[in-house]
């Protein structure tokens, strides 16, 4: 997940996992939520910090789960609320141009963007009700754009694309399982991504601050309390996750990224001892940028524009996964069914989660 804070994506976008029922060694996933999580192209630090709600039955004292998770997002075209509008309406060189773009007073617009996370989770099960858990990110982000100028209907040459990677921000966080069903989290994000990328944006120009979206983390310590229920009825896992990301103050340059609320619902069938086939529902709600990064020029583009950084989005997913001896692989591929973006923004495409799990006992 909202830049990459940024991504997150900044996702923020936040964790759900797979609960595993050990005494019959069938997969039952759990909660879902999604850093990234990672809508359009928020910050990554905007998104789901926990792409699988890691929440799970306990499984008693001393207990070691390990995940490597991989997430994309891939964004192509741009949405004004739930309008589409184009690169060249945007550009202001282009506004005498036709008339929708006299509303839009940039001198670029971004064309596509593509984020990559790569995460690694620990959890430790303290005891059957309470468990602790640690993530690393890092993630990798590169956005196209365009300038056109009056009087022409094809772009400048010499656009380079943006591009921005390393560490983002670090989640901690606790759960306790308060019963078979019920769940409540308090995760903390750690400013650890950076908030000063820079790159050049055309061929022989200095390299200045990179919007937004294309920054690796928050800048501010986040508060992340979740709350799942979870329940089986025979080979049928479903629930819920309800999720908050509250961005506890301003960063060193200025700025504070969105608060974010996500809520998820999930159903998964066992179709076979060590298979389960999954499907989820997320729906996810971010705020504008408040405040603003002063080296970063909001009339640049709509990425460097701190009114133009919230909006809702749905998402299903389809997937499957598979356990045995410890180990659990899954998949998914998602794509939205609904966007509402504070515009103009890149819109989402599709959405792709790999991730291997192993449990030590």
Not at 43 to 49: E, F, H, Q
Not at 53 to 62: A, N
Not at 117 to 126: I, K, R, S
Not at 307 to 333: A, P
Request: proline residues 5%.
């Amino acid at each position: 997940m909202n830049a990459a804070t940024g991504l997150a994506a900044g996702l923020l976008t936040v964790t759900s996992a797979l609960a595993i029922a050990a005494e019959t060694e069938i997969a039952t996933p759990t909660p879902a939520s999604e850093h990234a999580e990672h809508g359009s192209a928020e910050p990554a630090s905007s998104y789901s910090i926990f792409p699988y709600s890691h929440v799970h039955h306990g499984h008693g004292d001393g207990m070691w789960m390990f995940e490597y998770r991989y997430m994309r997002m891939n964004m192509k075209g741009l949405l004004d609320g739930t309008d589409k509008v184009s690169a060249s309406e945007i550009s202001q060189s282009n506004m005498m141009m036709t008339a929708p773009a006299a509303g839009y007073d940039y001198m670029m617009a971004p064309t596509d963007m593509t984020m990559d996370m790569h995460m690694l989770m620990a959890m430790y099960d303290v005891t059957e009700r309470f468990t602790l858990m640690a993530m690393l990110n890092y993630l990798k982000n590169e956005m196209n754009m365009v300038m056109y100028m009056e009087g022409m209907t094809e772009p400048m040459p010499g656009m380079l694309p943006m591009k921005s990677s390393g560490v983002g921000d670090t989640i901690i966080s606790a759960t306790y399982n308060a019963s078979h069903e019920w769940s409540f989290g308090l995760g903390l994000s750690i400013p650890t991504g950076s908030i000063d990328e820079k790159g050049a944006m055309m061929d022989g120009s200095p390299k200045t601050r990179l919007p937004y979206t294309m920054q690796l983390g928050s800048g501010t310590y986040d508060l992340i309390p979740t709350v799942v229920y979870n329940a089986d009825s025979g080979a049928i896992n479903y629930g819920g996750q309800g999720m908050i990301v509250y961005r506890t103050g301003e960063n060193d340059n200025g700025y504070r990224l969105g608060h974010r609320l996500e809520l998820s619902g999930w159903l998964k069938y066992a179709f076979a001892s060590r298979g389960v086939a999954t499907s989820r529902l997320v729906y996810a709600q971010w705020g504008n940028v408040s405040g603003q990064d002063m080296e970063v020029d909001p009339m640049m583009s709509p990425d460097s524009n701190p009114n133009t950084q919230g909006g809702i989005r749905t998402d299903l997913y389809l997937g499957v996964s598979g356990f045995k001896n410890g180990w659990l692989v899954s998949g998914e591929i998602g794509a939205p069914i609904y966007q509402n973006l504070n515009g103009p923004q890149l819109k989402t495409t599709s959405l792709i989660q790999l991730s291997i799990m192993y449990m030590l006992m």
